[in-house]
């Protein structure tokens, strides 16, 4: 008798295990929103660490084992901008797929654009190990990577390959980004940047000069008037040499911690040369005193949730300065549909998230896009343009 009972019960935990592990499978494979935030994310980053999470996250992207993905993007969340198609406004940004190994993956997470790199024109390792850490407690991550890249060569043959695809992918309003930087031991930041825009220029929708990674020396400077002037005098010829029908756009992406003044000087030479737009923000270097996590104080720049308001006013600034003629893309802590609108109503025409992924898995592209969505038709805008740096227009208004 008690032997049956045991058997019972062996057999009934074995039915059990079975279902959960189907359950917890088909979740997986469903892409449920709050199995991945609550459960199964917080699960693999006790057992992975950032590193290998990361590595791991892209090659499973590029082999495209990506939940199902059902919605369907409405003609409200379609953004022309840059002479170019947006399907939806939200894009990953660039630092998670530097080498260009997952970009049909990502599309299919329901991403309506996708930023490769960043691309340095020799291969370099990047800086020494651990590099990436997670700070669980503040929904942020601080990371030291440096330009670890496989360089021009390598990701031109990979994108090069796909080439016919990607155009598909244009045309219906997938566009790719192309993320440019200097070598770690470069002289010439100029001759790094242009040689960039040769290489992966024909294979780019848009271009982006990143100036503003804390993880090597001495770039940020490049921000400096003279300096930036200087650069992207030189990039933008570069650009405009190409034989290509179509020259991509270039955009210069900026850091948050800059000096009022040296938000001027960008805006200045921004107009000035006629770039084409500008990617706001990279990760802070800032430590906010509210963060909670150990990790808190390891160098590096700061991601995700303590960024967020920091790059959205940094958006507005900007905005601005610039009188809402030039671009913007928003980027910094966008983990929510309301995020986005922040960002937008700031004087985003798009936005773009990393961090958010870490945490809440790949079904958090998908909520925000809905609430994105419920939120234009709660506030009375009809697509995404008219909500373009509605917040200035509403200041306008009242003074």
Do not use: W
Not at 323 to 346: E, L, N, Y
């Amino acid at each position: 008798m008690a032997g049956r009972l045991k058997k019972q019960l062996k057999d009934a935990v074995k039915v059990i295990s079975s279902g959960s592990l189907l359950f917890a499978s088909y979740l997986t494979v469903v892409g449920d929103e709050r199995f991945y935030a609550n459960q199964l994310m917080p699960l693999l980053q006790r057992f992975v660490g950032p590193e290998t999470a990361h590595v791991l996250a892209v090659k499973m992207i590029g082999l495209g084992l990506v939940p199902l993905n059902r919605y369907q993007d409405p003609a409200s969340l379609e953004v022309n901008v840059l002479g170019l198609k947006f399907k939806n406004p939200v894009g990953i940004a660039a630092g998670f797929d530097k080498h260009g190994e997952a970009v049909d993956g990502l599309y299919k997470l329901g991403f309506g654009f996708v930023e490769v790199g960043t691309i340095t024109p020799k291969p370099q390792e990047g800086n020494p190990k651990p590099r990436v850490f997670r700070l669980t407690a503040d929904q942020a991550v601080i990371n030291r990577y440096g330009f670890n890249s496989c360089g021009l060569a390598d990701v031109r043959t990979r994108l090069k390959a796909r080439e016919k695809t990607q155009q598909e992918c244009s045309s219906t309003g997938l566009p790719l980004g192309i993320n440019l930087g200097k070598n770690k031991l470069s002289h010439d930041a100029a001759a790094d940047y242009s040689e960039g825009v040769r290489a992966l220029g024909p294979l780019a929708d848009y271009l982006v000069v990143n100036v503003s990674s804390p993880n090597t020396p001495g770039l940020r400077d490049l921000q400096g008037k003279a300096e930036l002037r200087q650069l992207l005098r030189t990039v933008l010829k570069e650009r405009d040499a190409l034989q290509e029908i179509q020259k991509p756009p270039v955009l210069v992406k900026i850091a948050p911690d800059l000096s009022a003044q040296d938000k001027r000087d960008i805006a200045d030479v921004v107009i000035e040369l006629g770039v084409d737009g500008l990617m706001v923000s990279n990760t802070t270097v800032s430590r906010p005193e509210a963060l909670q996590d150990p990790h808190k104080s390891e160098a590096g720049g700061l991601s995700g949730l303590p960024l967020k308001d920091l790059s959205t006013k940094t958006v507005s600034e900007m905005y601005n300065l610039t009188k809402g003629k030039v671009p913007i893309i928003g980027i910094g802590g966008v983990a929510s549909g309301q995020d986005a609108m922040d960002k937008i109503r700031a004087g985003a025409s798009l936005v773009q998230l990393y961090t958010a992924l870490t945490f809440q898995g790949p079904p958090v592209v998908t909520k925000i896009k809905r609430e994105l969505e419920q939120l234009l038709k709660d506030q009375g805008f009809s697509c995404v343009s008219e909500a373009v740096g509605a917040d200035h227009s509403e200041a306008e208004g009242k003074s």
